[in-house]
DNA sequence: GCCATGGCTAGTA
DNA sequence: GCCATGGCTAGTA
């Protein structure tokens, strides 16, 4: 495993219920602030191996991003019973739900 | 080659 | 709506 791979996943992890970050902060914490698609790619192949809290993740734009239905529908699933309000568009506001990491 | 992005532009209203 | 971006997993040979 890369160390780019494993900083993206430890911040994942790190992550509280309740709370999410964008693909592209995420890139930006694990040093590589363009590196968004890549941390997409981590969280599709590899969530489900390290348990990650993969739904506490989202757009620039704070929109759920999966485009399939039933995963759009459990993300969604999964932020409301953390608290997270999200909108039938899967809109998340930002402005209160984002976590930043210290 | 893949991917669940991001950011900027053209073009409409 | 378009296209530059980037780090590498999964799976074959």
């Known amino acids: 495993m890369q ?3 494993a900083q993206v ?3 994942i992890s790190a992550i509280p219920a309740g709370k999410v970050m964008t693909y592209g902060q995420v890139a ?3 040093g590589s602030p363009r590196a968004a698609r890549q941390v997409v ?3 599709h192949s590899m969530s489900g191996k390290h348990g990650l809290p993969w739904h506490r993740v989202v757009n620039a734009r704070g929109e759920i991003a999966i485009r399939e239905e039933e995963g759009f529908f ?5 932020l409301e019973g953390e608290g ?6 899967g809109l998340v506001n930002l402005a209160r ?3 930043h990491p210290s």
């Open 41 to 43: 790619r981590i969280l």
């Open 9 to 11: 996943i430890e911040i």
């Open 97 to 99: 739900y984002q976590h």
């Open 28 to 30: 930006g914490a694990a």
């Open 3 to 5: 160390p780019f791979t």
């Open 84 to 89: 997270v309000e999200v909108t039938e568009d």
């Open 74 to 78: 459990l993300q969604k699933m999964f």
